[in-house]
């Protein structure tokens, strides 16, 4: 499947705004992006592992949090998922 | 000081935004492409803003909206160079929770003042650093051109 990567962690992927990985499940595609590309692991993930509260996870057009399985969905090689920080503020 | 390359057409489009949502918050993504000098903005997308709870005082846009915007600078061979939003009748200055809520790292953060319906100052801010720990915001000069 292919990971879109967002402006800010381009820097993380030697430039790169897509990744090809190799995974069963959205869980395991994250994975295999961190071990190819290990800087990106703690912009993506807490320390205790779990997935940053501002980023979205999209695959295809569903946000995982909102998926049955979430993070252990299911994924084809077709599939893409997308990595989106959230953008709030105000004054 | 760093600086963001603006069109007219766009530097106008946010401004524009502003007033037209006042005295609500507006909200949208910049779209451009980097070189070493710098961000240049070639076109800004307006987006909804999800906080209609507090609109006056509080923006937000929803990631599947971002999502779609991505993929359309993407398809032009652009990148969401950063975001901009209003500050109705107060400063175009960040505030804590623009701080609290930028996680675009390497980003540009325009804000516009909208003084009684009128856009006043437009300013640029860049996200700066490398981590949320190290993340502030400096300011950029906005060039027109």
């Known amino acids: 499947m292919t990971i879109f990567i967002p402006t800010p962690l381009r820097g993380y992927t030697g430039g790169k705004e897509a990744v090809d990985v190799q995974a069963s499940t959205v869980s395991e595609a994250l994975d295999q992006l961190t071990t190819n590309f290990a800087d990106l692991r703690k912009h993506l993930f807490t320390p205790e592992g779990k997935v940053r509260a501002f980023v979205n996870l999209y695959l295809n057009d569903e946000d995982v949090r909102y998926l049955p399985a979430k993070e252990a969905s299911e994924v084809k090689p077709t599939d893409t998922l997308s990595i989106i920080p959230s953008i709030a503020g105000g004054r | ?145």
């Open chain 2, 1 to 145: 000081m760093s600086t963001v390359s603006l069109t007219p057409a766009v530097y106008a489009e946010i401004r524009t935004h502003g007033e037209d949502t006042y005295p609500h918050e507006c909200c949208g993504a910049l779209i451009g492409a980097q070189s070493t000098e710098g961000w240049a903005i070639h076109a800004s997308v307006r987006a909804g803003n999800t906080r209609t709870d507090s609109a006056h005082n509080r923006y937000q846009i929803s990631p599947i909206e971002l999502l779609k915007i991505e993929r359309k600078a993407r398809a032009k061979g652009l990148s969401i160079a950063g975001f901009y939003h209003s500050h109705p009748d107060h400063p175009a200055q960040w505030s804590q929770t623009d701080f609290e809520e930028a996680h675009w790292l390497g980003c540009v953060y325009i804000i516009t003042a909208v003084e009684h319906g009128h856009a006043a100052a437009t300013n640029s801010f860049f996200l700066a650093g490398t981590s949320e720990d190290e993340k502030h915001f400096e300011p950029q000069q906005i060039v027109i051109g």
